[in-house]
Nanobody
Framework: QVQLVESGGKLVQAGGSLRLSCAAS????????MGWFRQAPGKERAFVAV???????YYADSVKGRFTISRDYAENTVYLQMNSLKPEDTAVYYC??????????????????WGQGTQVTVSS
């Protein structure tokens, strides 16, 4: 049984930083594509970033240069370092996983495994 558990979300001021964690269990995730998506109130769940292996990453345009995705194989954990946060980054952030990187890696329907989400609120 694959389990993804996010943590690290909280209230932060605009311009601040936050690091989210996603702890994975139930499989060997070394070859898995691990992604982050977010969902703001009244909006669709949207792609944020994805990592495959440790050196291939992709980001949404809205977070490029501000967010960094990384992974720790020993801990089976994926991180999302978020800097220069803006009020529009406010959302529930979800971790997602798939056993390979889909060509449409930014589509939520291409990920079968999800965490429960963690709330990030950025105040202006």
């Amino acid at each position: 049984q694959v389990q993804l558990v996010e943590s690290g979300g909280k209230l932060v001021q605009a311009g601040g930083s936050l690091r989210l964690s996603c702890a994975a269990s139930g499989r060997t995730f070394s070859n898995y594509a691990m992604g982050w998506f977010r969902q703001a109130p009244g909006k669709e769940r949207a792609f944020v970033a994805v990592i495959i292996r440790s050196d291939t990453t992709y980001y949404a345009d809205s977070v490029k240069g501000r967010f960094t995705i990384s992974r720790d194989y020993a801990e089976n954990t994926v991180y999302l370092q978020m800097n220069s946060l803006k009020p529009e980054d406010t959302a529930v952030y979800y971790c997602a996983a798939r056993n390979y990187l889909p060509s449409a890696y930014d589509k939520k329907d291409n990920y079968p495994y999800w965490g429960q989400g963690t709330q990030v609120t950025v105040s202006s």
